[in-house]
């Protein structure tokens, strides 16, 4: 394994990325390649320390893997690195910012132990919980939920950069200095754990979250119901029946025929009350 950390300015960057290195090692090597916004960097390094990572803003955590020659591998692996600071790389144009000669280090981060920049990305559902604990004064796990709303996003990658920025300004236009949202998840597959959470002690408005969240999930064409599923969560439920009424009618039919006692995942989708078993 080799990893590192990139500082980029949107997901279209994100994607230029993805791309090259899909181009240099083959979409099957590219064992992982997540994103963290800068709100969420920062949430972690306020839980972790900020020596966790240099980097400020959006990043993305790109993790290549081999089962071939190490050697090789890892002179690759560093070729492209330097290609990503080299003037004559066409990448270098679509990520040096304007009055950069050269992609600094200040926005590039790799280590020989992956694991390193590994903890930065998987901290953030923990920075998340402390976010929560010290901006809402919650003081245990259960009360975490009255405070956060966090749908799990599915979006193709090119649409998630679009998605996250209309979602956000509309959440902080409807609720000015009332939420903050904290953003991470899985670019190269298109998953965005979407962490809205509360800035005082004032419990999160969970209908009006999701009434702006669905609202643009389905001008996308999204599902808020990802890697995780939206359980049993009533505004997420809500969402699907509007989204996805014909087949959720089709999924309650092979239900009721294979399931009828509704004993896998009996609330999963709002089955329960679908069968009538609520």
């Known amino acids: 394994h080799q990893a590192c950390l990139i500082s980029v300015s949107n997901d279209e960057e994100a ?3 993805l791309q090259a290195a899909q181009q240099e090692f ?7 390649y997540e994103f963290i916004s800068g709100d969420s960097l920062q949430a972690v390094k306020d839980l972790k320390g900020s020596d966790i990572t240099n980097l400020t ?4 955590y790109l993790q290549v893997t081999t089962t071939g020659d190490p050697g090789e591998f890892v002179e690759k692996y560093y070729g492209f690195i330097k290609g990503l600071k080299d003037p004559r790389n066409e990448l270098y144009y679509k990520l040096a910012k304007d009055g950069e000669t050269e992609l600094s280090d200040t926005r590039l981060e790799y280590a020989k132990n992956w694991r390193e920049v590994y903890e930065a990305r998987h901290s ?28 799990d996003i599915a979006l193709p990658p090119s649409q998630l950069g679009a998605f996250s920025e209309e979602t956000k300004a509309a959440l902080y236009e409807r609720f000015p200095g009332k ?3 904290l953003e991470f998840g899985h670019f190269k597959r298109g998953g965005s754990h ?10 999160i408005d969970k209908d009006g979250v999701a009434a702006v969240i669905m609202e643009k999930l389905e001008k996308y064409k999204g599902s808020p119901s990802a890697e995780h599923g939206g359980g049993n969560t009533k505004q997420i439920i809500a969402g699907l029946n509007k989204m996805w009424a014909a087949a959720l009618d089709i999924m309650t039919d092979l239900k ?4 009828p006692k509704n004993i896998f995942n009996p609330r999963s989708f ?8 609520a």
């Open 15 to 17: 994607f230029h990325v």
């Open 26 to 32: 083959g979409n099957g090597a590219i064992y992982k």
């Open 57 to 60: 803003g959006r990043v993305v």
């Open 124 to 151: 953030c559902t923990e920075a998340s919980d402390y976010w929560i604990k010290t901006h809402c004064g919650a003081t245990d796990s259960s009360q975490y939920q009255n405070f956060r709303f966090s749908p």
């Open 179 to 181: 939420v903050q949202v």
């Open 194 to 203: 979407f962490h809205v959470v509360s800035t005082d002690a004032t419990p």
């Open 256 to 259: 009721r025929a294979l399931d």
């Open 270 to 277: 709002g089955m329960d009350k679908r069968l009538g078993l």
